[in-house]
C-alpha cells in the first residue's frame, strides 16, 4: 500500500525568507502523480503544485517549488519570499485512483 | 455557480442518529470522493466513486454508508453517528482517470457528535 510521510508537524518561516517542507512516500508503481496542496484557516483545500514521476524535471509555479527525488522517494515543496498568506497546513499527496495524503505540516509566517 | 458544494457547512447531532452529508458537483465529473480530516491524521479517505451506481470503500469505511443514483450528487450518510465520527468531512470530485488530474475540492462539513 502507498504511504505518504511528513515529518514535519509544525514549521515557521520569517516573512520574505524560504522554507522547504519534506515529505517522503512509499510506492511500487513507477508512473504516478504527487501533489502539494495548502489548506488556509477558511478551511478550504487549494492545490499548490503538481510534478509527474514520468518527469525528471522539477516543477515550479511562481514562489513555489518542489525537490522531486524519484529513487529516494522524496518530494519536497520550497516556498521562496514567503509571505503572511502563506500561511496554511501543507499536505503532500501520492496520486492514485484517490489521492493519499500525509499528515500535514502547519507553517507559521511571522513578520 | 460551476463547482463543487457541500451542505450542511456545520452540523451537530447526537449519538445513535442518522445524519446525512450532502455533496453535490456541477461539473459532471465521473470521480467523487469522501475524505474526513482529524488532527493529527491528514485526509483520510472513506469511500469513492469512479460513476452512477459504482462505489467502492476506501481506508475507513466503517460506519458510513454512499450511494450515487446521479452523476453530480454523491451523499455520505451515518447510519448510527459515534462520538469518533466528529471529523471535518470533505467531498472532492475529478474529471476521468487521468492521475493528473487534481482534485477539487468543497469547502467541508464540521460534525459534531455529541
Known amino acids: 500500500a502507498q504511504t505518504v510521510t511528513q515529518s514535519q508537524p509544525e514549521m515557521s518561516v520569517q516573512e520574505a525568507e524560504t522554507v522547504t517542507l519534506s515529505c517522503t512516500y512509499d510506492?511500487?508503481?513507477?508512473?504516478?502523480?504527487l501533489f502539494w496542496y495548502k489548506q488556509p484557516p477558511s478551511r478550504q483545500m487549494i492545490l499548490v503544485i503538481r510534478?509527474?514521476?514520468?518527469?525528471?524535471q522539477n516543477a515550479t509555479e511562481n514562489r513555489f517549488s518542489v525537490n522531486f527525488q524519484k529513487a529516494a522517494k522524496s518530494f519536497s515543496l520550497k516556498i521562496s519570499d514567503s509571505q503572511l498568506g502563506d500561511a496554511a497546513m501543507y499536505f503532500c499527496?501520492?496520486?492514485?485512483?484517490?489521492?493519499?495524503f500525509g499528515k500535514g505540516t502547519t507553517l507559521s509566517v511571522s513578520s | 455557480d460551476a463547482g463543487i458544494t457541500q451542505s450542511p457547512r456545520y452540523k451537530i447531532t447526537e449519538t445513535g442518529r442518522q445524519v446525512t452529508l450532502m455533496c453535490h458537483q456541477t461539473?459532471?465529473?465521473?470521480?467523487m470522493f469522501w475524505y474526513r480530516q482529524d488532527l493529527g491524521h491528514g485526509l483520510r479517505l472513506i469511500y469513492y466513486?469512479?460513476?452512477?451506481?459504482?462505489?467502492d470503500k476506501g481506508e475507513v469505511p466503517d460506519g458510513y454508508v454512499v450511494s450515487r443514483s446521479k452523476t453530480e450528487n454523491f451523499p455520505l450518510t451515518l447510519e448510527s453517528a459515534t462520538r469518533s465520527q466528529t471529523s471535518v468531512y470533505f467531498c472532492?470530485?475529478?474529471?476521468?482517470?487521468?492521475?493528473?488530474?487534481?482534485?477539487?475540492f468543497g469547502n467541508g462539513t464540521r460534525l459534531t457528535v455529541t
Open positions: 510506492t511500487s508503481e513507477s508512473d504516478y502523480y
Open positions: 499527496a501520492w496520486a492514485g485512483t484517490a489521492l493519499i
Open positions: 510534478q509527474e514521476a514520468y518527469k525528471q
Open positions: 461539473w459532471s465529473h465521473s470521480y
Open positions: 466513486s469512479a460513476a452512477a451506481d459504482i462505489t
Open positions: 472532492a470530485s475529478r474529471a476521468g482517470t487521468g492521475l493528473g488530474r487534481p482534485l477539487h
